[in-house]
Every structure is written in C-alpha cells, then in structure tokens.
C-alpha cells in the first residue's frame, strides 16, 4: 500500500513522540533538510543528533514533553503538507507551532518550522 504525504508525515510525529529512531530514520531522505529559527538548512544527520533526541536530551530520565497534539494536518499540494500542533512541556507552559514539510517519492525531504507562541 503507498502511504500518502499525509500519513507519511503523521507516521514521522508518532516515531518523534515515541523516540524510535530507527523508524523514523528510515522516513527522510538522504538529502534531507531542517530549517527552523534555530536551525538554517540542516542535514539529516545534523537533525538526528540534535533535533530528534529532544526529550532525552533535556530531561534523560522523563519525556520533554508531557503531551504533544496535531492540531491540523493538511495536505497544501501533492508533495506539501502543512502540520499545526500544540504541545505543553513538563516545566510548564503550553506552545503551537506550523510545519511546512515536503514529502517526495515516500520520503520526507524538507521540514520547515515556524515557531509559535504560548497558548
């Protein structure tokens, strides 16, 4: 079964909730980059070791987060999927943010991130 952009994406948040790596690993393709306001163009393998592991690497013993919802997942076109979430961290306070992600061949090849404010 071919999966679409959209569950592409879903499947990609659920491996990041969960921390599977490996799973997740296997979504982005090799050219692969991340761009949010602290990152400018990242590789894959940049975004692995410092953007994936965010929950072990603040808080080693517990999740960073202690819930993280999509809000909006759309499909913009063939290859775009937008993605609006909300998430509230264990110190407190609660965030949205909008991702704007390409999806080509199955695999994901650009995720940009616009940050948003408190909720």
């Keep these: 079964?071919?999966?679409s952009p959209t569950d592409i994406v879903e499947e990609a948040f659920r491996h990041y909730r969960s921390q599977d790596r490996e799973a997740a690993h296997a979504l982005y393709?090799?050219?692969f980059t991340f761009t949010s306001p602290r990152d400018?163009?990242?590789d894959?393998?940049?975004f692995f070791e410092r953007c994936f592991p965010t929950a072990e690497r603040c808080f080693p013993t517990a999740q960073r987060f202690v819930e993280q919802r999509l809000l909006h997942v759309v499909p913009a076109d063939e290859e775009l999927?937008?993605?609006h979430y909300e998430y509230e961290l264990?110190?407190?306070g609660?965030?949205?943010n909008v991702e704007a992600i390409t999806v080509r061949d199955g695999l994901i090849r650009e995720v940009q991130v616009f940050f948003g404010?408190?909720?």
């Design 81 to 83: 999927v937008l993605v």
């Design 44 to 46: 894959k393998a940049a």
């Design 40 to 42: 400018d163009h990242i």
């Design 29 to 31: 393709a090799d050219g």
């Design 94 to 96: 609660r965030y949205r």
């Design 117 to 119: 404010g408190g909720v």
């Design 90 to 92: 264990t110190t407190g």
């Design 1 to 3: 079964m071919i999966k």
